[in-house]
């Protein structure tokens, strides 16, 4: 990389000379002698840093946002390389682009996914010292009991670490599925953790729950469907128990975001005021109201605004103390998730928090207080299932930039003489004519000519071989201008405008739908950096293609610092194939996209490692390494022995015929073998 940083600045444009004569039909030379072509290849380096000494770490920082999204988690250091602080900047750190290194060194591959249990550990501790601070400075009588939604990321190691940290706190997990059940009981025994059991449910289910209570577990069964509260009841009673029922509320309050239709009478689940009512009936005649320990809802994920929050918590907090008077002895009122992540920094954006946790738990705690206190109902203890919040900062996937498709050129098209058209000449004037005084005219001109250029090719005035020509001399000249712009006071348009024309595509080593798909799916925004070289200034902006052919393969969202919206490129520094490698993140990836992701273009799993970070070093406590191309099949029904047989068999069929040698037919199955054993992903030739 550092090659490609060095290059000078002045070296873009050269003299045309105006004596390069015209062909017979009076288009210019550009085609016939191939110039376009070979100048294509000159272009790269050409545009390279600008005041690049002026250029700092805090910069990078601030085009990045990264101490706004970061969380204190991730910052750049003196070496202009991104940090991970699981504690802060007080405690110890490891460098992302050093780490990369080593771990490639000990054979584990690009793209990886590398999860920091420091972070979970910081993140349970956190919300669980929200709600204790809340309650004492509410002088709140519940209990906190956190319960962390084993759907946001079921990866065993990852559980594990959440029970193991949450020990202490008695964090507790929350099953939506009968498999997902059979997760949880397999993986906690922590004594009085809750573990609630939500989704759609069936006899074997509930008697799942129900016997696990039989072991000690504090499982909670919460009525999504109003069939469900029969099933329970009667299984109850043929094992001689008494279950813990709770009740998931429909609210009308709706959340707000992506996420919106989680809640309100059309959802999908929970149950509506009426259900309740007779719901209340149906286990008073059985008598077993007593069984009815929770009030349960939840309005979405990532609920971008704490006003959203407080009026769903104002109807939660109703329906519980109505139960009440209703004569059930609720324990526990249960929020659900929605704590949202600051994903962009922005505090005003879908994929933004305009809340602190500290603030959440304040409200939680204080408008149930509130409400109960009017009725004079006793403080429950609030269960949170927040699953987002406790684990979407934990995890990072880096990937390397394969190769580049840019714009830039220094090189202009053999010159324009008076037989080309007016087009030509008039944008051979611009090219020459410019400096610094007359910019903002030649940009104007330039832009100008963009258009006409497409106009007059549509009415047949430009051949294919002069609108190429013209096209070439527009991203010349557009490169010249930007160039010259970088250096001059006021021109931060032109500069913003000219990059985003100029703008390139990094193909990169990684799948969209694997790795980020909530980023495809729902348009959601993640961090997006280099993680190294940010002590260089990024002057190109590119988009992100992926390894799929598919065209929504690509990221075309990223953070806007300046304007705190959305933008469809990422500042980057200038790459070039050959160059030393170019690393990038994707940060706060760590809820959902694991398990949603797919095996389009049967990209799979990649690798995963778990670092430890402490003040001599990091340790790698688990390596998880990816599908291979040969398990990826396996998904869709192909057996490795017969395809390798096959393709055995039309060798052999070929080397009878002499179409292939011997030598060339077990190279043939030499490169097929090893692909099926490989990554699904680039690799490096050794
Ligand atoms: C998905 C889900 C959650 C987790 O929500 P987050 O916003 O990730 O915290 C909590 N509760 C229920 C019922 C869910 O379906």
């Known amino acids: ?76 250091n003196p070496n202009g390389n991104v940090s991970v602080t699981p504690q802060g900047d007080k405690g110890p750190s490891v460098d992302l682009y050093e780490l990369t290194q080593e771990l490639q060194d000990r054979g584990i591959r690009i793209p990886i996914m590398i999860r920091f249990p420091d972070i979970i550990k910081s993140r349970v501790e956190l919300l669980h010292g929200c709600f204790q601070k809340a309650f004492a400075d509410h002088n709140y009588k519940g209990q906190y009991c956190g319960v962390y939604p084993i759907k946001v990321n079921q990866q065993r190691h990852l559980v594990q670490e959440l029970v193991k940290f949450g020990k202490d706190v008695k964090l507790g997990l929350e099953a939506g599925s009968k498999p997902e059940l059979l997760v949880v009981l397999s993986l906690m025994n922590t004594p009085n953790a809750v573990i609630i059991c939500n989704g ?39 094992l001689n128990m008494r279950p813990k029922i709770g009740f998931r509320a429909k609210l009308n309050t709706q959340g707000a975001g992506k996420w919106v239709d989680s809640a309100g009478a059309r959802s999908k689940f929970g149950l509506t005021a009426i259900e309740i009512v007779e719901g209340v009936e149906f286990l008073k005649k059985q008598n077993m109201l007593d069984c009815l320990e929770l009030m349960h809802y939840h309005i979405g994920s990532q609920v971008p605004s704490i006003q959203s929050i407080k009026s769903s918590l104002k109807e939660a907090a109703r329906f519980y103390t109505e139960l009440y008077s209703l004569g059930a002895n609720l324990k526990y009122i249960d929020v ?26 304040n409200d939680v705690v204080s ?18 299932e927040s699953g987002r919040a406790l684990v979407a900062h934990h995890s990072v996937l880096i990937f390397n930039v394969m190769g580049v498709n840019n714009l830039y050129r220094s090189e202009p098209p053999v010159p324009a003489t008076k037989k080309d058209p007016s087009i030509m000449q008039e944008m051979q004037y611009t090219f020459e004519k410019l400096t610094a005084d007359n910019i903002n005219e030649c940009f104007n001109d330039l832009l100008q000519s963009k258009n006409e250029t497409l106009n007059l090719f549509t009415y047949g005035v430009l051949n294919l071989t002069q609108r190429a020509w013209c096209e070439s001399m527009f991203f010349t000249i557009a490169t010249k201008i930007l160039t010259m712009a970088q ?12 990059r985003q024309t100029l703008c390139d595509t990094y193909f990169c080593n990684f799948s969209v739908f694997q790795s980020v798909p909530d980023s495809w799916a729902v348009g959601q925004l993640f961090p997006v950096m280099p993680i190294h070289n940010l002590k260089q200034e990024p002057c190109h902006e590119a988009t992100l293609a992926d390894l799929t052919c598919d065209s929504d393969g690509k990221i075309e969202k990223f953070i806007d610092t300046e304007t705190g919206e959305v933008k469809s490129t990422l500042r980057v520094h200038p790459f070039a194939e050959g160059d030393a490698p170019y ?68 060798t052999e069929e070929s080397i009878n015929k002499g179409n292939i040698t011997k030598q060339e037919a077990k190279s043939l199955i030499k490169h097929y073998e090893e692909g099926l054993s490989g990554y699904t992903y680039l690799e490096e030739m050794e």
């Not at 408008?367 to 949170?384: A, F, L, R, S």
Request: aromatic residues 8%; contains cysteine; glycine residues 8%.
């Open 1 to 76: 990389m550092a090659n490609s940083l060095n290059v000078s600045t002045d070296a873009v444009v050269q003299k045309p000379t105006n004596s390069a004569p015209a062909n017979s039909n009076g288009a210019p030379n550009t085609a016939t002698n191939g110039a376009i072509a070979t100048q294509v290849q000159n272009t790269t380096h050409a545009f390279a840093q600008v005041k690049s000494e002026e250029w700092s770490a805090e910069k990078s920082a601030q085009v990045y946002g990264i101490n706004n999204w970061g969380s204190g988690y991730f910052r750049i």
């Open 200 to 238: 759609f449910k069936d006899t074997e289910y509930i008697e799942t729950a129900l016997l696990a209570q039989k072991i000690g577990r504090e499982i909670i069964i919460v009525v999504d469907r109003k069939d469900e509260l029969k099933i329970i009841t009667e299984t109850a009673k043929k």
């Open 336 to 361: 659900g998730g929605g704590l949202g992540v600051d994903y962009d920094g922005s505090g005003s954006s879908d994929s933004s928090i305009n809340y602190s946790e500290q603030e959440y738990a």
């Open 367 to 384: 408008t149930i207080q509130t409400m109960c206190d009017e009725k004079n109902v006793p403080h429950p203890n609030i269960v949170t």
């Open 487 to 498: 250096s001059l006071p006021d021109c931060e348009d032109i500069v913003s405008e000219l």
């Open 583 to 650: 690393y990038l993140g994707v940060f706060l990836t760590g809820a959902y996209q694991e398990i949603l992701g797919d095996l389009h273009n049967l990209f799979g799993d990649t690798d995963a490692v778990h670092i430890s970070i402490h003040d001599s070093g990091y340790t790698v406590d688990h390596y998880i390494p990816g599908d291979t191309v040969t398990e990826v099949l396996t998904y869709v029904q192909y057996g490795r022995a017969e395809m390798v047989d096959n393709v055995r068999q039309y």
